[in-house]
């Protein structure tokens, strides 16, 4: 009777609000159960903070803590929900990764939320945009891509900066190194060759990074700082965060739009020069760069250009040296790998020659198989989010809503036991041939680009797949035909996730001249 009275006297608005917060608890709190049913076995949910708490002890390791879920899920999929972020679904299943990259391309864009990330920096560029201005670009550099006069231009300046530059620096530093006085951060090493032979190849210009005396090693330092900044947008816990320091032009904001506005100088005026001795003056420019090809087909749009090449530029470098530099560090701890990798560059090259040859380089499928298992235990890109745009379901049944985050993770599928065995944490380059011999000399499998999907896969495949592959080769291949790399500490490193994965602190190494190997008697 009392409790009924109570009930009379209260503010019938009131009521009405209570019924209705009552009814939105109890709607999330079945999505919440609904999302467990389909993710198997994701992240201990509640209503309202979502994932939060577990997602705040894990911050430091997100990648392992991810990876842990997804090997325990009978679907190897997973659903993030926490307070202040999207819906995110996280797979590592091959199935749902070509589902998403290829079978139902078209509802699984980048979209505007990851486009506002890097649009500052990169604009409308390939990286960057979908639709028909990404797909205008993709066919124009498409065939610029495939042309054998752009893959002749990449060996010859490879050639130049390596044979040139690279190598004598390193020689340098082992001939103080026998004194035990250098350690040389060879990430960074790597990060600068990386950055001067993309700019060579995508504007036809070197910036001297290898050398810090020089004025342009600054475009490579603001190119870290873009990089950097952008990556750490894309981790805010809300948007708005990094929004605000925007509009107000401070912290690391302000280093953001300093480095941009270097960027964008330097690249405008190189485009513009270019364009100037091309359509104004008739020439034809002496080398087969990127830029140049682009102008010489009619594409003269300021703007346009310098978004395109920035993209190129994006994605040959910070991809490159990382890849290189974690499979130094795993050769360093598998000697007999190693040694495989120089005898078989003693098997295709003389001791005195350069690897200057593009058939030559595509014959060494160790070295290639090296790089790949590199690469599947520490990708380039360790994530990748599309942003879907209508409700779906996934090959695995589980259920996508219209604004979610789709996320493949190339990391966490390197370790999952169900597609590579459980060696799938050890570095055994023989998994990626056919049938290996004792010296791994047989033919490469042809692996599934969903299961091994660092580059991408279906319309999105990365254009510059295998130009990376003879990049890699022969910086790699030059380094190992001449010197021995060996860390300066024991400590194991971190990999750190951003725009694209590096090592925490460089790699610290020394440098020592290679030995020949000794005659039988």
Request: proline share 6%; hydrophobic share 40%.
């Amino acid at each position: 009777m009392v409790t009924s009275m109570f009930l009379f006297t209260i503010d019938p608005f009131f009521t009405i609000l209570m019924c209705i917060t009552l009814c939105f608890l109890h709607a999330i709190s079945c999505e919440f159960r609904r999302d467990r049913q389909f993710s198997g076995h994701g992240p201990p949910t509640y209503p309202i903070i979502g994932c939060l708490v577990s997602f705040y002890k894990n911050r430091h390791r997100l990648l392992d803590w991810y990876t842990d879920l997804l090997s325990k899920s009978t679907t190897r999929t997973i659903v993030i929900r926490r307070f202040g972020a999207r819906r995110t679904v996280v797979t590592a299943n091959p199935e749902n990764v070509e589902y998403m990259l290829k079978t139902n391309f078209s509802n699984y864009p980048k979209g505007k939320a990851s486009a506002e990330i890097l649009g500052d920096f990169l604009g409308c560029g390939i990286l960057n945009v979908d639709g028909k201005l990404w797909q205008a670009q993709r066919k124009l550099a498409s065939y610029e891509f495939s042309a054998k006069s752009l893959q002749e231009y990449l060996v010859n300046t490879l050639e130049e900066q390596v044979e040139g530059k690279l190598l004598p620096f390193m020689e340098s530093m082992a001939a103080v190194e026998n004194d035990g006085k250098v350690v040389v951060d060879l990430q960074e090493l790597l990060r600068r060759l990386a950055f001067d032979i993309v700019c060579e190849v995508t504007l036809g210009i070197d910036p001297c990074s290898l050398d810090s005396s020089l004025s342009y090693s600054g475009l490579e330092r603001a190119f870290s700082v873009a990089s950097e900044v952008c990556a750490r947008r894309g981790s805010e816990p809300v948007s708005v965060v990094w929004k605000i320091k925007r509009m107000l032009g401070v912290g690391s904001e302000r280093r953001l739009r300093e480095a941009i506005e270097e960027i964008h100088a330097f690249v405008t005026e190189i485009i513009h020069d270019r364009i100037w001795v091309i359509v104004e003056n008739g020439k034809v420019p002496p080398g087969e760069d990127l830029l140049s090809k682009m102008i010489v087909t009619g594409l003269d749009e300021r703007v346009l250009l310098r978004d395109m090449v920035l993209s190129f530029m994006m994605a040959g470098r910070d991809t490159m040296s990382a890849a290189m530099t974690w499979l130094f560090y795993l050769l360093s701890y598998h000697p007999k790998v190693e040694q495989e990798v120089v005898k078989e560059l003693g098997s295709v090259v003389e001791p005195q020659e350069r690897l200057s040859h593009y058939e030559t380089l595509k014959e060494m499928r160790y070295l290639k198989a090296c790089i790949c298992e590199s690469m599947r235990l520490f990708p380039p890109v360790a994530w990748d989010s599309k942003h879907a745009i209508a409700d779906d379901f996934l090959p695995d049944g589980t259920p996508v809503h219209a604004g979610d985050w789709v996320t493949y993770f190339p990391y966490g599928m390197g370790r999952m036991q169900v597609l590579w065995g459980e060696d799938r944490l050890d570095f055994k380059p023989g998994r990626w041939f056919l049938e290996p011999d004792g010296e791994g000399r047989g033919p490469l499998k042809k692996v599934c680009p969903y299961k091994f999907p660092v580059f991408q896969g279906g319309p999105r495949v990365c254009l510059g797949r295998e130009m990376a592959f003879i990049q890699m080769k022969y910086v790699v291949g030059s380094i190992l035909k001449r010197f021995e790399i060996q860390p300066a500490s024991l400590d194991r490193p971190v990999f750190v996730p951003l725009l694209t994965a590096h090592m925490a602190g460089g790699f610290k190494v020394f440098v020592r001249r290679r030995q020949p190997p000794r005659a039988n008697n």
